[in-house]
Structure formats: C-alpha cells, structure tokens
T-cell receptor, first 115, second 114 residues
C-alpha cells in the first residue's frame, strides 16, 4: 500500500467554523490531489499540487484553499464550513513517472459533516 | 476534458469473465485510458491504463479499439471482491506540463453473484 494517510478520518463541525484536513505521504511523490465525493457522484477534483508551494484549482475549488509547504503534506482548508461541504474527502498522490505505473494512490478518506 | 460513457450497472457470476465497456468517442491523441475501481467505503484504486495497445496486468486486461473510441476492461475470473464501482477515465499522464488530473464520471456498478 502507498504510504498515504489522512487526518482526521471523521469530523463533525458547525457551519461557519474553519476546518483543516491533512494529507500526509511517505512516498516523496511529486503530485498530490484533493477530491470530494458526494452520494451518487464520482469524485470531483478540488485542488491539486505539482510541487512544494505549487498548487492550482480543480473543478470545485470555491470555498476551499490548500497549502503545501513540504513535499509530504498537503492541507485542505475550509475557511468557513457550510453544509454543502458535507462530503467524503479523498487525498491522492502520483509519482509522475512512467515506471512502473503512472497512477494515483488514494488515501482512506475523511468523512466531514457540517451541521 | 474528453468524456466517457459507461453502463450504470452490470452483473456477473463468480468465476466468470466480465467485460466492462467504455465509450470515448472524443478521445484526443494524448489521452490515456485509465481504469480505477472503488470498493465500498474505500478510496479508488488503480486497475490498469493504456494508450493504444492492449494491456495486461495481474488484475485485469484492457482491450482498446483500433480507433481508440472505445475500450473494454476484462476481469478474467470475477470474484466477490471485485464487486465495486468501475471508472473509465481519460487523462494525460502526470509529468512535465501535465498534472495527471482525473475526472471521474458515475462509473459502472459491478455486482458479482456467488
């Protein structure tokens, strides 16, 4: 299994509260991604990173910010959580090489509930 | 991003082969065809990917049409553990100016009967 962990695994918070989710990898992979998954939907990309301090927006970035100050950590912040951000959040990593596979490894997910 | 079309659901019996189709008529020359699957309550996991030629690995085979407008994921002997949502995704490989972003559709829900 790829060395990727997410914390916390579960969180319940209230509307208007700031929330930070952490993705940590031990693989030294260049690329990291944050996705969200809602019932009945596939995963949707929120933000991604292609290096330390290099990040960009995905398709559903409104209300989210990210930071990557070191290779191993990619933080996702909800500045002021809303009920529409209740979801399961997945982090993924990709080495960006073609040997042996250029694939994304996903973390176990964080279930976030905003009341 | 080019889109893919997959059946909403498919069923199979244990130990039988399963062919999961995917249509991608607007695929571009730099798009790889990726397959991921998601078991219940887990994150997606990589299954296989290819560009033009058929590919085999320990999990599955990928058959790509000559015009690349469709592909088929083949599970040679389905097991109960293969019950999952299977996603067919088009994406450039991560590296250089490509960031390996994946766009997930609804996928195909595969049910495997004992």
């Amino acid at each position: 299994d790829a060395g990727i962990t997410q914390s916390p695994r579960h969180k319940v918070t209230e509307t208007g509260t700031p929330v930070t989710l952490r993705c940590h990898q031990t693989e030294n992979h260049r690329y990291m991604y944050w996705y969200r998954q809602d019932p009945g939907h596939g995963l949707r990309l929120i933000h991604y990173s292609y290096g330390v301090k290099d990040t960009d927006k995905g398709e559903v970035s409104d209300g989210y910010s990210v930071s990557r100050s070191k290779t191993e950590d990619f933080l996702l912040t909800l500045e002021s959580a809303t009920s529409s951000q209740t979801s399961v959040y997945f982090c993924a990593i990709n080495p960006g090489t073609s040997d042996p596979y250029n694939e994304q490894f996903f973390g176990p997910g964080t279930r976030l509930t905003v009341l | 991003d080019a889109k893919t079309t997959q059946p909403n659901s498919m069923e199979s019996n244990e130990e039988e082969p399963v062919h999961l189709p995917c249509n991608h008529s607007t695929i571009s020359g730099t798009d790889y065809i990726h397959w991921y699957r998601q078991l219940p309550s887990q994150g997606p996991e990589y299954v296989i990917h290819g560009l033009t030629s058929n590919v085999n690995n320990r999990m599955a085979s990928l058959a790509i049409a000559e015009d690349r407008k469709s592909s088929t994921l083949i599970l040679h002997r389905a097991t109960l553990r293969d019950a999952a949502v299977y996603y067919c995704i088009l994406s450039r490989i991560a590296g250089g100016t490509s960031y390996g972003k994946l766009t997930f559709g609804q996928g195909t829900i595969l049910t495997v009967h004992p």
